[in-house]
């Protein structure tokens, strides 16, 4: 797969895909990134990509021009072209499932007050990653690239995903690791059991009770 971010922000991808499991699947070429400068797409020489808005009120709109001049730089004919918005659809795990089968994507990072609305008539589809407004869509194409990449064939093992929160509408089981006594806290008796049938039975009455106090909508 490859993922195109468009952003006037590059230097923050440095960390993110230079680090762990993000970095190792671009090492083992399951994922390229092309990060975009959409202020070299400025129309005049001082770089200028957003402008006050039409109709008045506060903050500055990113301009079309630039980030569709942006897009039309790395477009392929099997790119899926996504807008960074809090206004979007709300991303979730069966989203990122159905992501992971594109060769391209395209992520575009809005800033200020968002993007000129005539940016929709090029994207196929919006997304937010929650109900709150970040400063720009740098973090959110992170999200929702992270969510993808883990799912993508080779990158993690397949057990590691396919037993996790969401799945059928249900939040993980709680896990453990070593000590099995860490300042008077105990790990659960059956865990130590080795009785495999007890434990995937105590795992989902564990994910059920997690999710109605933690996600009580999921069930609904
Ligand atoms: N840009 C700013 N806030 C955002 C959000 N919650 N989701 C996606 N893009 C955003």
Redesign the pocket.
């Known amino acids: 797969m490859r993922i195109s971010i468009l952003t006037l922000f590059p230097e923050l991808f440095e960390g993110f895909l230079s680090t762990s499991i993000i970095k190792r699947a671009i090492e083992k070429g399951k994922v390229s990134f092309d990060i975009v400068n959409i202020r070299d797409f400025a129309k005049n020489s001082y770089g200028q990509v957003d402008d006050t808005p039409y109709g008045g009120g506060a903050g500055m709109v990113m301009m079309i021009e630039p980030v569709v001049d942006a897009i039309n730089s790395i477009k392929t004919d099997e790119a899926k072209i996504i807008l960074?918005?809090?206004s979007?659809r709300p991303?979730k795990q069966k989203i990122a499932l159905d992501l992971r089968q594109e060769k391209h994507l395209i992520l575009i990072?809005?800033h200020y007050e968002g993007i000129d609305e005539r940016i929709l008539n090029y994207v196929d589809m919006e997304?937010?990653?929650?109900?709150?407004?970040?400063?720009?869509?740098e973090i959110?194409s992170m999200v929702v690239s992270d969510a993808i990449v883990r799912l993508l064939d080779g990158v993690i093992k397949r057990e590691s995903y396919e037993e996790e929160s969401f799945k059928e509408n249900l939040l993980d089981y709680p896990t453990y690791t070593k000590p099995a006594s860490f300042d008077g806290f105990d790990v659960p008796e059956v865990l130590l059991s080795g009785h495999h049938a007890n434990i995937e039975k105590w795992r989902r009455e564990q994910a059920r009770m997690k999710t109605e106090k933690n996600r009580p909508d999921l069930l609904d």
């Open positions: 960074m918005t809090p979007g991303f990072c809005g997304l937010s990653i929650g109900d709150y407004v970040l400063t720009g869509g959110p």
